[in-house]
Nanobody
Framework: QVQLVESGGGLVQPGGSLRLSCAASRNIFSIFRMGWYRQAPGKQRELVAG???????NYADSVKGRFTISRDSATNTVYLQMNSLKPEDTAVYYC????????????WGQGTQVTVSS
């Protein structure tokens, strides 16, 4: 079992920055693909950014050039640095972990609210 705990959400003005953190309960990065998803009211959950066990990253087109996903194996933490935030980035952001050999082994965090508003 793996617990994922997000933090770092909040209210920020358009153009501002936030850094989200996802702390895993144990070292899983070598066998799990990590990702950040978001869900806005009335919309489906969507992938924002992902990082593979090998360190390759991918981003939704809507956040390319503004968001950066990274990880720190020493602290079992995945980060999402969000810059140049827009009102349309407002959503609950979730951390996700999927086992690289079995996609049925999947974990989610509880989510953290990000609100971009003036």
């Amino acid at each position: 079992q793996v617990q994922l705990v997000e933090s770092g959400g909040g209210l920020v003005q358009p153009g501002g920055s936030l850094r989200l953190s996802c702390a895993a309960s144990r070292n899983i990065f070598s066998i799990f693909r990590m990702g950040w998803y978001r869900q806005a009211p009335g919309k489906q959950r969507e992938l924002v950014a992902g990082i593979t066990s090998g360190g390759s990253t991918n981003y939704a087109d809507s956040v390319k050039g503004r968001f950066t996903i990274s990880r720190d194996s020493a602290t079992n933490t995945v980060y999402l640095q969000m810059n140049s935030l827009k009102p349309e980035d407002t959503a609950v952001y979730y951390c996700n972990a999927v086992h690289i050999f079995s996609r049925s082994v999947e974990y989610w965090g509880q989510g953290t609210q990000v609100t971009v508003s003036s």
